[in-house]
């Protein structure tokens, strides 16, 4: 086990450095905009320009600069790990990714919690159903909410709920996050985001669950549970469910990393100051630092996931072993 | 003498499908008398498993239509409740199936699943019930049997997984244990081993058995009593002894012949059943074995023959439309080494005449 979790994590750092090899050769040595001139401002003069591009080595080979980013990366020059400085406000890319941290944090955790706790009644039920009301018009929904783009259902929630703009005021809106004070102030303001965010989500993971279980209730041991003469409660939960919902322990894991390097679209409707947020703006704005460093932690999040669920399948399915 | 454990009486099972009506199990009767053995044999498709899961009430579905009368122990089965029929399960009735890995539950420790099974009868601790899961799988000659009650299913081999499904079955001491094909997915050298233990065991336990099997052979030795199944009906009936000395339907005949003898000169063919058993939708009119039948004659396409018993012997019932003396006949020549299809024209016109 732990010579597995050291091979992994091996592949995870190889895995980081390609990815950031990627990205900078994407945003840095394709054709796209002048770093230097977007540092400089509106209408800078050609001195202005060249001054930066004096100040930031931007006239230096391309792989000198990709290892001046590697530095930032690591810890092992002077100025420590910060992941350059955005072009926008010319300050350390890495705090700022922290300090916006725990909303997507936040944002995430809620909706997952609430996803799971609506998709596993729901599609369990429907998987025992098959074909009743409740598993029609439930599975209706979930196409529908399948369907639904992120930044379609956010604003109609908005047209709905905003308390300021909202037909029916109730819940706090868009840009209520950051104002907000206290735990359950910040988790008032999370309610119609998380609602959003974990729709769709709840309708994907209620399908899923829905055809495991249909799929694990025709298996042999399903057939022995009620031949032992168990409650088919007891058959349903304990020896099918049990079963069906160990695959989407990796459907989870995936997601959740998914999310934590930013639900940009949920957070831009709500103007939640996450990652997805700051990726948003700059990727708006071209702020090519900023963008390196959140796709970075985004893909670090996936990969660290992924490994964390792997290990995690050691204990909840006692077939495998590493 | 006392009324028998288990009585099946014209019990149909038929399910509604998009392809048409299926008829399962088309109107059987048989009974099992407390510590005895009846062997239900056929090819699959029969009706076999769904007979004895129909006694078990696994079949009940929205779309199963199930008729007839099974009484175990003096209760009607068929017309329990649902909860009724669960209380039997497991605890008065007891089944084990074809593959026991897919059987057992892969994520639940052996020793837990049979604890499992005894604390859904029984009003007992865990501990008290965990000894008797050890004690059960020690019992079915699982050696170190306190150590590998922790092991998942997973870690058994198949004759010992197939053992744990044993262990698991008569830890509540059932009066009737039904045994799906419980050889059929094991390696040859394991499943005489798995017979002889399910024969130990019910005698030490009382229990009478149904061995349901595609393979004469399985139950050769342990059946008092064999019924062939073929589309759905008993086409035969009676004591072990005589389905293998004197058997009287071509059908049993094509299963004997198709199974290897120690008895048989070496070099001997084994001879197949000609084509396939029919569907279930589409039965073919009269005699339903009459397609593949050698002995076959015009009127068998039309009459549809029924379960009689046999010149001399009540207990042995046949599905035949050919005499008994004719279908002696035929028998010994068969036994002789006169192929099926040579005897078609002497005896089978003699016997028309």
Known sequence: ?322 | MAAPLLEVSDLRVHFETEDGLVKAVDGISYTVDRGETLGIVGESGSGKSVSSLTVMGLTRARNAKISGTVRFDGRDLLAASDDDLRQVRGNEIAMIFQDPLSSLHPFYKVGDQIVEAIRSHKDVSKAQAYDRAVEMLGLVGIPEPRNRAGAYPHEFSGGMRQRAMIAMALANDPKLLIADEPTTALDVTVQAQILELIERLQSEFDTAVVVITHDLGVVAEMADEIAVMYAGRIVEEGAADTIFNAPEHPYTWGLLSSIPRMDAPRGDELVPIQGRPPSLIHLPGGCSFHPRCPYVRDAHRRIDPELQPVDGDPRHEVACLLSSGTRRKLWAELEAGVKPADARRDVIEEGAA
């Open chain 1, 1 to 322: 086990m732990a010579a597995y979790i050291v091979r992994r994590l091996a592949w995870v750092i190889v895995l980081l450095f390609v990815i950031t090899l990627i990205t900078f050769t994407i945003f840095t040595v394709l054709p796209a905009a002048d770093p230097a001139a977007l540092r400089a401002g509106r209408q800078p003069s050609p001195e202005l320009i060249e001054s930066i591009r004096q100040q930031f080595g931007l006239d230096d080979p391309k792989p000198i600069q990709f290892l001046r980013y590697i530095q930032d990366i690591l810890p092992f020059d002077n100025d420590g790990v910060n992941f350059g400085f955005s072009v926008q406000s010319n300050t350390e890319v890495l705090p700022q990714i922290l300090d916006r941290l725990p909303a997507t944090i936040f944002l995430t955790a809620g909706a997952v919690v609430l996803w799971l706790c609506i998709a596993i009644p729901i599609g369990t039920i429907s998987a025992v159903r098959t074909g009743s009301l409740l598993d029609r018009v439930t599975m209706g929904l979930a196409l529908i909410a399948i369907s639904a783009p992120v930044y379609f259902l956010g604003l109609v929630a908005l047209f709905l709920f905003d308390e300021d703009i909202g037909r029916f005021p109730l819940l706090p809106g868009s840009g209520a996050y950051q104002d907000a004070q206290g735990f359950f102030g910040k988790a008032g303001a999370l309610i119609m985001p998380w609602c959003v965010l974990a729709a769709a989500f709840a309708a994907i993971y209620a399908r899923f669950l829905r055809g495991n279980l249909i799929d694990t209730m025709q298996e042999d041991y399903i057939r022995t549970a009620r031949a032992k003469g168990l409650p088919e409660r007891t058959v349903i939960l304990r020896h099918g469910v049990r079963a069906a919902i160990t695959p989407i322990v990796t459907l989870l894991g995936l997601d959740i990393g998914i999310l934590l390097g930013g639900a940009i679209l949920t957070e831009t409707v709500f103007n939640i100051q996450g990652i997805g947020r700051f990726a948003y703006d700059a990727i708006v704005r071209f702020d090519l630092p900023v963008i390196q460093g959140t796709v970075l932690f985004g893909a670090f999040f996936i990969v660290m996931m992924s490994l964390f669920v792997d290990i995690l399948y050691a204990f909840i399915d006692p077939r495998v072993r590493y």
